[in-house]
């Protein structure tokens, strides 16, 4: 159980990391776009919202598959 247990610190610390720096990436112009792209689903009707990032979805799968792609040679 112990090894399990320190995974899921890890697994806590680094979804920490990863809000914090989406958080400060805000600030950035053209990471400020994301979740507001072109083909993202937006639907308002009284008081009902529905949002679904599908484009934003899309590009940070293919940039986080490059990437691990880059870091496994």
Do not use: E
Request: glycine share 10%; net charge positive.
């Amino acid at each position: 159980m112990a090894p399990l247990g320190k995974s899921l610190v890890v697994l806590g610390l680094v979804l920490a990391a990863l809000g914090l720096a989406i958080w400060g990436a805000s600030s950035v112009p053209i990471l400020s776009r994301l979740g507001r792209l072109p083909g993202d689903i937006y639907v308002r009707r009284g008081n009902f919202t529905f949002y679904f990032p599908i484009t934003t979805a899309i590009l940070i799968s293919i940039a986080l598959s490059l990437i691990l792609a880059w870091l496994r040679r």
